[in-house]
Nanobody, 124 residues
Framework: QVQLVESGGGLVQTGGSLRLSCAASGRTFSNYFMGWFRQAPGKEREFVAAINLSGSSTHYADSWKGRFTISRDNYKNTVYLQMNTLKPEDTAVYYC?????????????????WGQGTQVTVSS
């Protein structure tokens, strides 16, 4: 079992920044590919970003490419999502997820463990 706890969400004005953190415990963090997803009100969950085991390879959904950055610190067992130039449409609950099998993944069904989510609200 891997336990994931997100933090860092909150209320921010348009154009502002937030850094989300996801702390992992329970298993060897560096053995898991990690991803960030989001779910906006009334919408399905969607992929945001993913990162490989070492942090050397990342992938982003087009909607957030260039504004969001995923990173990880395997010594701190934490994955991050730096979000810049935030827009009201970025408002959502953001979830981190861990994947035991090899390879970056964009589908939530490929992830094995999920955090409880952290709310991000961007005011206009």
């Amino acid at each position: 079992q891997v336990q994931l706890v997100e933090s860092g969400g909150g209320l921010v004005q348009t154009g502002g920044s937030l850094r989300l953190s996801c702390a992992a415990s329970g298993r060897t963090f560096s053995n898991y590919f990690m991803g960030w997803f989001r779910q906006a009100p009334g919408k399905e969950r969607e992929f945001v970003a993913a990162i490989n085991l070492s942090g050397s390879s990342t992938h982003y959904a087009d909607s957030w490419k260039g504004r969001f950055t995923i990173s990880r610190d395997n010594y701190k067992n934490t994955v991050y999502l730096q979000m810049n130039t935030l827009k009201p449409e970025d408002t959502a609950v953001y979830y981190c997820a861990a994947k035991a099998s090899y390879g970056l993944a964009y589908s939530g069904s490929e992830y094995d463990y999920w955090g409880q989510g952290t709310q991000v609200t961007v005011s206009s």
